[in-house]
C-alpha cells in the first residue's frame, strides 16, 4: 500500500470535499464522498525524516538531535511539509 504523508493525505480530503460540493447535486453522492474521506482520514500516514522541513542532512530541528539512521524511515509526529505546493 501506498502511504500518503500528512499534507497529501489533507490535499486529497480538501480536493475530494470540494469536487463533491461543485459538482455532486445528489445526497447519496456527497454521502459517497464524506464515506471515501473518513477512510482516508482513517488511514495511516508516512511521516518519513527527509521528506520533513525540519530535518537536515541527518539532523531534525524539532528535537535538536540527529536522528539514527533506522529511525527516518519511521519519522515522528511533528513531521512539517517543505513546500506546501
Do not use: Y
Not at 10 to 39: C, K, N, Y
Not at 50 to 70: R, T, Y
Amino acid at each position: 500500500m501506498h502511504l500518503m504523508n500528512p499534507a497529501q493525505r489533507d490535499r486529497a480530503i480538501t480536493l475530494i470535499r470540494t469536487l463533491a460540493d461543485e459538482h455532486t447535486s445528489t445526497p447519496h453522492m456527497r454521502g459517497l464522498a464524506e464515506q471515501l474521506v473518513a477512510q482516508i482520514s482513517a488511514m495511516p500516514v508516512r511521516r518519513a525524516c527527509g521528506e520533513c522541513l525540519l530535518f537536515n542532512k541527518g539532523h531534525c530541528a524539532q528535537w535538536h538531535a540527529d536522528v539514527p539512521i533506522a529511525e527516518r524511515s519511521k519519522g515522528c509526529d511533528a513531521w512539517d511539509e517543505d513546500i506546501p505546493f
